[in-house]
Nanobody
């Protein structure tokens, strides 16, 4: 079993930067794939970024030039670093870890970007 908790969401102004963290806990943690999703009101949940234990990184086209993902194996934590934030980045951000046939999700953290 794996439990995930996001933190770091807040209200920021357009153009500012913000970093989110996701802390994993449980009895047997293997973070081979780490992902971030987001969901804005009245929108479908959208994949944002992914990272493997071998440091292979993927980013959605909409954030490729502005966002980055990283990890800290010793702390079972991974991060989403966001630069040049735009109002359209406003959403609840969720971390996700797929393990076998299961997906583990955090409860989400709200990021609001004002224009």
């Amino acid at each position: 079993q794996v439990q995930l908790v996001e933190s770091g969401g807040k209200l920021v102004q357009a153009g500012e930067s913000l970093s989110l963290s996701c802390v994993a806990s449980g009895t047997d943690i293997h973070l081979n794939v780490m992902q971030w999703f987001r969901q804005a009101p009245n929108h479908e949940r959208e994949w944002v970024a992914g990272l493997t234990i071998g440091d292979s990184t993927l980013l959605a086209d909409s954030v490729r030039d502005r966002f980055a993902i990283s990890r800290d194996d010793a702390e079972n934590t991974f991060y989403l670093h966001m630069d040049q934030l735009k109002p359209e980045d406003t959403a609840v951000y969720y971390c996700n870890v797929p393990i076998g046939a299961r997906n583990y999700w955090g409860p989400g953290t709200q990021v609001t970007v004002s224009s």
